[in-house]
């Protein structure tokens, strides 16, 4: 069982609610070979350290600084199984590689940059590096409510220029894969201004806000699409 240290340093924000995905990941492992997994957008590296973890060799990438900014993390866990490199998630190269591809957070920022055409590369570059059978298991922003999309444009700095996206479109971007299963979360969670706050916030969608609140007005999407 992952405890909750290691799951503080695999989600590292906003915890409790971007770590609902992580029941529906660990049922998905366990059918995957222990073979090659790649992280993509690692930033800090924590799902990276969750697959070496769990027994894979991992890549750890990001844009730029992968090994200099991830590193420190893994060295706390000792772990032996995680290599570096600077990946463009768009243009990953590697084909028929990884067993498991992982990200969390990225597509909306790769839309800042180039829009719906390059998230869908994005996903079209996953599905040539995995290896046929392999999963990719992700979590994204969703564009989510109205006042969601509200209070992004008016608080966060990045809020009016990230390219949020939709179930729907999440669905699109999978269409090549054999089977995906997708799932959202959280409402008022987002809403937190400080970590505490997001904790709270996240009892009251566990217990309320994921139950009745429509799949489109929540601000996560969690699943898994195999090639």
Known sequence: MTSPQMINDIFQWDVKAWSTAL????????VIPKGNALELGGRQGG?????????????????????VTAKPLHQQYNLSNVSY?????????????????VFKSIIGGIG???????????????????????YLLFAENLIASPLHQFLRKKFVKWGDTWRYVSLSE?????????????????FASAFGRSESQRNGFSII??????????DNWKYIAYGAAKK
């Open 170 to 186: 999440l669905k699109s971007f999978t269409n090549e894969f054999r089977s995906v299963e997708i799932k959202a979360a959280g």
């Open 112 to 134: 800042r940059f180039g829009g719906m055409e390059l998230q869908q590369k994005t996903f079209d570059s996953i599905h040539k590096a995995l290896k046929p059978g392999g």
């Open 23 to 30: 029941p529906f990941w660990e049922q998905k492992i366990k």
């Open 205 to 214: 969608d566990k217990v309320i806000c994921n139950s009745v609140v429509p």
């Open 47 to 67: 799902l990276s350290l969750w697959l070496a973890s769990q027994g894979f060799n991992v890549i750890c990438s990001d844009l730029s600084d992968s090994e």
């Open 85 to 101: 490199a600077d990946i463009d998630a768009s243009a990953i190269p590697f084909q028929d590689h990884f067993d498991v591809i």
